[in-house]
């Protein structure tokens, strides 16, 4: 396998890495990981190498095509599924997963609250990922903190997301986006997720582009959900 033949993403997100063997997910043995905004599978190609069965969902066409191309024909893994679906709508339409683990990275910014209180809900009430009777999952979750560049660089709407009109640097150019606060995160995923057990990071790095320093600040929070 060589790196220069995947496409797209060519490794997963570092802190996810970190998570992972810091909580020894490598020595699990017949477990299930479930992401939302899989990419090209570059996350889960890291559980794929400890023999987990792997499930993402991928709204983008392309990327669910390169991580088709990438899991078959370049990594070669056996165990997976790869859905080219919006994710609100297989947490809406989907039951019975009962996932080990449980992904959500860099996507929630791209949907409102409401919206993504709804994933929350439906992913527990259709037993996304496993739970009851003194089982849990492991769960992270990666979003947009109001300290980004980003943040109000728009329109702002009523449910409090706004619409970037402003942004002429991230490619992300009249696309909705929604911003949290640590606080509020946490209070949404106890109170649908049941999230226990966990830590909460900053990430903040600053790019240039077209010579102008961005930052991109990130929530990252893993734990434990029952």
């Known amino acids: 396998m060589f790196i220069k033949e995947i496409k797209g993403f060519k490794y997963p997100d570092m802190e996810l890495v970190r998570w992972f063997f810091k909580n020894k997910l490598n020595d699990l043995k017949d477990c299930k990981v479930l992401?939302?905004?899989?990419?090209?599978?570059?996350?889960?190609?890291?559980?794929?190498?400890?023999?987990?069965?792997?499930?993402?969902?991928?709204?983008?066409e392309l990327h669910h095509k390169n991580a088709q191309y990438n899991f078959n024909h370049v990594l070669k893994y056996k165990k997976f599924q790869l859905f080219n679906d919006n994710m609100l709508n297989f947490a809406k339409n989907f039951k019975n997963i009962c996932a080990n683990v449980f992904l959500i990275p860099n996507v929630i910014n791209f949907i409102t609250r409401e919206e993504f209180k709804n994933l929350l809900k439906n992913s527990r009430n259709n037993h996304l990922y496993k739970y009851g009777g003194g089982d849990f999952s492991f769960f992270f979750l990666r979003a947009r903190s109001i300290r980004d560049h980003r943040y109000k660089l728009?329109?702002?709407?009523?449910?409090?997301s706004f619409i970037l009109d402003k942004d002429e640097f991230s490619g992300e150019k009249n696309c909705l986006c929604t911003c949290y606060?640590?606080?509020?995160?946490?209070e949404y995923l106890k109170k649908y997720l049941n999230?226990?057990?966990?830590?909460?990071?900053s990430s903040e790095n600053i790019n240039m582009k077209n010579q102008v320093c961005i930052k991109d600040s990130d929530i990252i929070i893993y734990g434990k959900i029952c």
């Open 154 to 160: 728009g329109y702002t709407l009523e449910n409090g």
């Open 35 to 60: 992401e939302f905004a899989s990419h090209n599978g570059n996350n889960l190609s890291l559980f794929a190498n400890y023999g987990y069965e792997c499930i993402g969902v991928e709204l983008s």
């Open 195 to 201: 999230l226990y057990d966990f830590e909460v990071i």
């Open 181 to 186: 606060q640590e606080y509020e995160l946490i």
